[in-house]
């Protein structure tokens, strides 16, 4: 098997997601610093500007991936801290609606180096390579999702003590994982973050006639909002969208992204984030 050394971990740069209108967000570059979120302790509270980068980390939910919400302190490094918290599992919160993760207990980031859009990343032994391939596969889908959502990062590989996973001829990419990426994904905002009026939301899709609908749910879960939103592309293709949401709720929320039957209109292929609605 092919070896290669891994050398100290890099930093990175990333730069605040978004999106607006009905076009694909704009990337996140190494040039620009991500403005900090509004935080809050819970719903309903005054949010304070904190010091802080955000990211996601992709979780699996029902088999598929999903992303959840993390802000750590300022850091430049946000490579490594979001392979650390995802090492770190969901939380509890997170697990009541669904969120899991296969990675085995204790696994630890080695290092982590970017060069030339390739993300390369070394798993201490807990990481167990020789396990059951849906559950291996599984696991890096979810180390290459949460890299590749800055733009610095295109493709991964991924080492146990500097030997290649499986069967790694080249760098993984998020196409070579349509069977672990849901119909319609929804990556921005992720699970349990934060958000104002209007909201950024954008994602992927691959559906029919690239026509999906969107709707936020009040704290009640009384409908706030709700139109049809059209991806760059439809299905087999994957294509972007990107929109954005007014309300004036506060509370608890949840976004809604689903493809209306041709046939009788009910829902498919529907994702759901949890959201909080701040001020």
């Given at each position: 098997?092919?070896?290669?050394?891994?050398?100290?971990?890099?930093?990175?740069?990333?730069?605040?997601?978004?999106?607006?209108?009905?076009?694909?967000?704009?990337?996140?570059?190494?040039?620009?610093?991500?403005?900090?979120?509004q935080?809050?302790?819970?719903?309903?509270?005054?949010?304070?500007?904190?010091?802080?980068t955000?990211?996601?980390?992709?979780?699996?939910?029902?088999?598929?991936?999903?992303p959840?919400?993390?802000?750590?302190?300022?850091?430049?490094?946000?490579?490594?801290?979001?392979?650390?918290?995802?090492?770190?599992?969901?939380?509890?919160d997170?697990?009541?609606f669904?969120?899991?993760?296969?990675?085995?207990?204790?696994?630890?980031?080695?290092?982590?180096?970017?060069?030339?859009?390739?993300a390369t990343?070394?798993?201490?032994?807990?990481?167990?390579?020789?396990?059951?391939?849906?559950?291996?596969?599984?696991?890096?889908?979810?180390?290459?999702?949460?890299?590749?959502?800055?733009?610095?990062?295109?493709?991964?590989?991924?080492a146990?003590?500097?030997?290649?996973?499986?069967?790694?001829?080249?760098?993984?990419?998020?196409?070579?994982?349509?069977g672990?990426?849901p119909?319609?994904?929804?990556?921005?905002?992720?699970?349990?973050?934060?958000?104002?009026?209007?909201?950024?939301?954008s994602?992927?899709?691959?559906?029919?006639?690239?026509?999906?609908?969107?709707?936020?749910?009040?704290?009640?879960?009384?409908?706030?909002?709700?139109?049809?939103?059209?991806?760059?592309?439809?299905?087999?293709?994957?294509?972007?969208?990107?929109?954005?949401?007014?309300f004036?709720?506060?509370?608890?929320?949840?976004?809604?992204?689903?493809?209306?039957?041709?046939?009788?209109?009910?829902?498919?292929?529907?994702?759901?984030?949890?959201?909080?609605?701040?001020?």
């Open positions: 098997m092919r070896r290669f050394v891994l050398p100290l971990a890099v930093a990175l740069l990333l730069a605040g997601c978004g999106g607006g209108g009905q076009t694909a967000a704009p990337p996140t570059t190494a040039e620009t610093a991500p403005a900090p979120p935080v809050g302790t819970a719903p309903g509270i005054e949010t304070v500007p904190q010091d802080v955000s990211f996601g980390v992709y979780f699996l939910r029902e088999g598929k991936v999903a959840a919400y993390r802000a750590v302190p300022q850091t430049e490094a946000v490579g490594t801290a979001a392979i650390e918290a995802l090492l770190a599992g969901p939380t509890a997170e697990t009541s669904g969120l899991t993760s296969t990675i085995p207990a204790g696994t630890k980031l080695e290092s982590l180096d970017v060069k030339d859009g390739v990343v070394d798993l201490s032994p807990e990481f167990e390579p020789l396990r059951e391939p849906a559950e291996l596969a599984e696991n890096l889908a979810q180390i290459t999702f949460t890299l590749t959502q800055f733009s610095t990062i295109q493709r991964v590989w991924v146990v003590q500097g030997e290649p996973i499986g069967s790694q001829s080249e760098p993984l990419t998020r196409g070579q994982m349509s672990l990426t119909a319609i994904l929804v990556e921005h905002p992720a699970a349990r973050e934060t958000v104002t009026s209007p909201i950024a939301v994602g992927t899709a691959s559906v029919f006639e690239a026509t999906l609908r969107v709707r936020l749910e009040g704290p009640a879960g009384e409908n706030l909002w709700e139109d049809t939103v059209t991806a760059s592309e439809g299905a087999p293709g994957r294509g972007t969208f990107a929109l954005e949401i007014p004036t709720a506060t509370g608890e929320g949840k976004i809604v992204a689903f493809s209306p039957s041709a046939k009788d209109g009910s829902e498919q292929h529907a994702f759901e984030v949890r959201v909080v609605l701040a001020p």
